[in-house]
């Protein structure tokens, strides 16, 4: 059976076991509802009845001569005398009945004037219904009728009522099949591949459902290009890292056996096949290095392991001036050796956070500005707080990175001069490391650059260290 079928399946026959409730229930109250009036009936009776006999009894001396000669048909007539004995009984012999005093309707004729009752008889079926009236002389008359009890109009009926409730059914199976499909008729229409054309004619209370359906579409829909965008980047990723791991192996390779080859006889060839040879591994140490910082950090960015984290190394407070003050000592020459000046501009400030990834974030910084500037140009690293927020900035005046480039830059391997990249040497990952660090810090990077006139790039930090000395 196909969910569709088990749905309307399981609608029907909710909606026939209701009516099904619903006959049954309306049997049993018809029941109760006829016995009612046949009680009330039977008291609107016996009072007419019970008011005859005493206003008889009033005129008469010969009460039991006259009580023998009334006719009442099934009803029972008891005479009492006013402490409740029973004088005359036309069904048990006085004698053998006890006092009455105690009845309910015996004492509300007592006190004031008529009374009634009703009550299940000794014989089983039945419910005696009492009415009595008290006479002038103190002395009390009470005529009684059986009435069917419940259970016994109900099995009386009992044919009747399964003919009609059968009938009743019948309908109601055919109605609950009629309704069950039209209830059911909307819900086999919804389009979830498109949930959002179903809203018009959907039924209110199916809304919200349907639009967290497109709600999760979307978001699946969302994960799906962020999956696909991932495995672009993998793909890609994979494909630059093997272009570049070639480059200087094959350099590497050539150099070496043209030296073992014997083709290079001039030592001072040797010497400078060797200083490239020295240059390429360096090179491919470099990249290495930065692969795996990349790796450590992404690592690190999608899971919640301890271990993944301890990789990139413990958070402590790193004063950022004193961290400046060594990146420059070692790109001093660098920039020096690119005529280009490089300089420090900082105020005490203290961050919490791993000095390994933040050197890396100043250092592939600096680098940058000096690897893309110009002959004479410079460079300017600082570091302070800025409104409370503590900041790293490093100003250039270099070749600048056009608008449409600016949230590139920080991909893998890309480069803003690819025309000279490969001169200016690096490796294409320092600024997608200086992104990862800062995501792995909770930092934001904000660029600010025109072409021909320079870059600025602004790190901003969470917070100071609470520890951070004033």
């Not at 509802?33 to 009936?41: F, H, M």
């Not at 009580?67 to 004995?85: A, F, I, K, N, Q």
């Not at 060839?269 to 390429?280: G, L, T, V, W, Y």
């Not at 990175?401 to 025309?419: G, L, N, T």
Request: net charge negative.
């Amino acid at each position: 059976m196909s969910t569709r079928q088990s749905l309307s399946h399981r609608v029907f026959s909710t909606i026939f076991v209701v009516a099904i409730i619903a006959i049954l229930l309306f049997m049993i109250a018809g029941t109760a509802y006829l016995q009612s009036n046949l009680i009330e009936s039977t008291r609107r009776e016996l009072i007419e009845e019970t008011d005859v006999v005493a206003a008889a009894l009033e005129q008469t001396t010969g009460d039991k001569a006259f009580l023998d000669e009334v006719d009442l048909d099934d009803s029972r007539l008891t005479l009492l005398s006013s402490d409740g004995t029973v004088l005359y009984d036309n069904v048990e012999d006085p004698e053998d009945m006890g006092n009455h005093a105690d009845r309910p309707e015996i004492r509300a004729a007592s006190l004031y004037g008529t009374g009634s009752a009703e009550r299940s008889s000794t014989t089983v079926g039945e419910t005696m219904v009492y009415e009595a009236v008290r006479l002038s002389d103190g002395r009390i008359i009470r005529l009684a009728k059986p009435q069917e009890s419940y259970v016994a109009i109900f099995a009386r009926l009992l044919v009747p009522l399964l003919a009609l409730g059968v009938v009743a059914a019948i309908v109601a199976w055919f109605a609950a099949r009629r309704e069950s499909r039209a209830i059911i008729a909307p819900l086999l229409l919804v389009d979830l591949d498109h949930p959002k054309d179903n809203l018009e004619h959907a039924y209110a209370e199916m809304v919200p459902m349907l639009e967290r359906i497109e709600n999760q579409r979307q978001e699946l829909k969302r994960q799906m290009r962020v999956l696909a965008d991932n495995d672009r980047m993998r793909r890609e990723f994979t494909a630059n890292i093997t272009h570049e791991l070639k480059t200087p192996l094959t350099a590497i390779s050539g150099y070496a056996e043209l030296i073992a080859s014997g083709m290079v006889e001039d030592e001072a060839d040797k010497q400078d096949f060797a200083h490239r040879i020295h240059m390429e591994a360096g090179r491919l140490t470099s990249l290495v290095n930065d692969i795996l910082t990349l790796s450590n950090l992404d690592e690190a960015e999608h899971s919640d392991d301890a271990g993944a984290l301890e990789t990139l190394g413990s958070r402590e407070p790193v004063d950022m001036a004193r961290l400046i003050d060594s990146i420059y000592q070692r790109l001093e020459g660098v920039a020096a050796a690119s005529d280009v000046t490089l300089s420090t501009s900082c105020d005490p400030v203290v961050i919490e956070g791993v000095p390994r990834l933040l050197d890396g974030l100043v250092y592939n910084l600096v680098s940058n500005a000096i690897r893309y500037n110009r002959p004479r140009g410079s460079v300017e690293v600082g570091c302070g707080l800025d409104g409370g927020v503590p900041f790293v900035r490093v100003s250039d005046t270099g070749i600048g990175i056009a608008k449409d480039e600016q949230d590139k830059v920080f991909e893998r391997f890309y480069r803003v001069d690819k025309s000279r990249s490969k001169m200016r040497g690096g490796t294409g990952l320092g600024l997608a490391i200086v992104k990862h660090a800062a995501l792995f810090h909770g930092a934001s990077i904000k660029v600010e650059s025109e072409l021909g006139e320079g870059t600025t790039i602004t790190v901003r930090f969470p917070g100071p260290f609470d520890g951070a000395a004033a």
